[in-house]
């Protein structure tokens, strides 16, 4: 399995939170991230529309907000490091170091270097790689925490600010309490691998946002706002810090010879990172969403270019419905497609999982609903179509359309 995929996982099972789209299926015990990638360019569109963190993973999350007015805004500009905030720092980095994602990333660093990582040589590597400061031409104490995670001036522009609980926390709260993100649209412009042109694909992941974005910025030196613009920011929706730092520090560590490009979910990325001008710590670390991909044994898992529609559906059986509902999927691409993990959902979200089934290439396979599942009304409804968490197709109908017992309606 992907090293990425695999801290992911771990982070998941952590204190990192689910990635979902509008329609998701939202479990509070986990806890979720509804997010809303929108076309249009309205500046209050709020793309992070729904957030919840359960108790019980909060601890690094509130950590990492005590370190977020740590910085000076402009990347020109020297830091005065207090006595509290280094011991902050300090207190941060014990309570994710041995953190699930944490866990992975000191084993396959272990596993490359072929030496055994002790805790206090892991802590050292975490500081180093993210907290210690560098001058880089103009630039003074500079570090990856402050460029990845809180956003950094550069000009009139942003810079870095790849932490998607940054970003909601500015979009929501701000500096006291205001609105500080003005919303200006999605940027995705991967090439697909599969079909060599650009996609959009990256709309239909919600672990991943790829945007543009006005941030009025706190300079807590100067005390006042700065206006600054980021043309394209992308980052990873749902992990929590130490699920992203894990990431980031697998790639930045040039001895552990991570992969350029890793899979999450179904989703490949390009991981970008720079590092300081000795190689020692981590400049910026950020994805950029590639394209979707098949998985191992050549079956697609995802569809984001809807290779699957709900072709058909058989609602108003002659005598008594219940247990004779039908509904029939067709499969347009030329890949057999294994539908493990796909749903079936109506209206008021009652879902019948497809696992089991599979379409051949251009092929058709028809669900039969037992009643106790998917309900499809006579007096009207939807029916939708899920991998996952990720909405494929949908569909609906009236009454007129299902009137007469016995036919079949076709979408």
């Known amino acids: 399995m992907d090293i990425y995929q695999q801290i992911w996982n771990a982070d998941q099972a952590g204190n990192g939170i689910r990635a979902i789209l509008p329609d998701g299926i939202k479990d509070e015990t986990v806890g979720y991230v509804v997010v809303d990638e929108n076309s249009s360019n309205n500046p209050d569109h709020v793309i992070f529309p729904e957030v919840k963190i359960p108790e019980n993973k909060l601890t690094t999350y509130k950590l990492c907000e005590k370190l977020l007015n740590n910085y000076a805004l402009s990347q020109t500009q020297p830091e005065e490091n207090t006595a509290e905030e280094i011991e902050e720092v300090q207190v941060f980095l014990n309570a994710i170091l041995n953190t699930p994602p944490m866990k992975v990333a000191r084993e396959y660093v272990q596993q490359q270097i072929g030496q055994t990582i002790t805790d206090s040589r892991w ?4 500081y180093d790689t993210w907290f210690l400061q560098y001058d880089q031409g103009e630039n003074q104490d500079l570090s990856g925490f402050e460029h990845v995670i809180v956003g950094e001036q550069k000009g009139g522009k942003v810079g ?53 974005y006005k941030w009025e910025a706190y300079d807590y030196q100067a005390k006042e706002r700065r206006p600054l613009y980021k043309k394209i920011g992308g980052f ?32 490949k990325y390009d991981l970008k990172v720079f590092r300081s001008p000795n190689n020692q710590s981590m400049r910026t670390f950020y994805p950029v969403f590639l394209e979707l991909v098949e998985s191992a044994n050549g079956t697609v898992v995802v569809t984001a270019d809807n290779d699957v529609r709900i072709m058909a559906a058989l609602i108003n059986r002659q005598g008594d419905d219940k247990g004779k509902e039908t509904v029939t999927l067709l499969n347009i691409s030329p890949n057999a497609l294994d539908l493990t993990d796909w749903l079936l959902k109506d209206k008021l979200g009652n879902s019948l999982n497809l696992g089991g089934n599979n379409i051949a290439p ?20 939807k ?13 609906s109908y009236t009454p007129a359309e299902v009137g007469e017992q016995g036919w079949t309606t076709v979408f």
């Open 123 to 126: 802590y050292q590597i975490l």
């Open 362 to 381: 251009g092929g058709t396979t028809t669900i039969a609903l037992s009643g106790d599942d998917v309900i499809l009304s006579n007096s009207g409804g």
């Open 383 to 395: 029916i939708f179509l899920y991998n996952g968490q990720n909405l494929v197709h949908e569909v």
């Open 160 to 212: 870095g600010y790849h932490f998607w609980y940054k970003y909601y926390l500015d979009d929501w709260i701000g500096f006291l309490g205001s609105d500080d993100i003005s919303y200006v649209g999605t940027r995705y412009d991967g090439q697909s691998r599969r079909t060599g042109t650009l996609t959009t694909q990256g709309k239909l992941v919600p672990e991943v946002v790829t945007l543009a």
């Open 236 to 267: 990873w929706v749902g992990c929590s810090i130490e699920g992203l730092m894990a990431l980031g520090t697998v790639r930045c560590l040039r001895q552990a010879r991570a992969p350029k490009e890793g899979i999450i979910n179904n989703a």
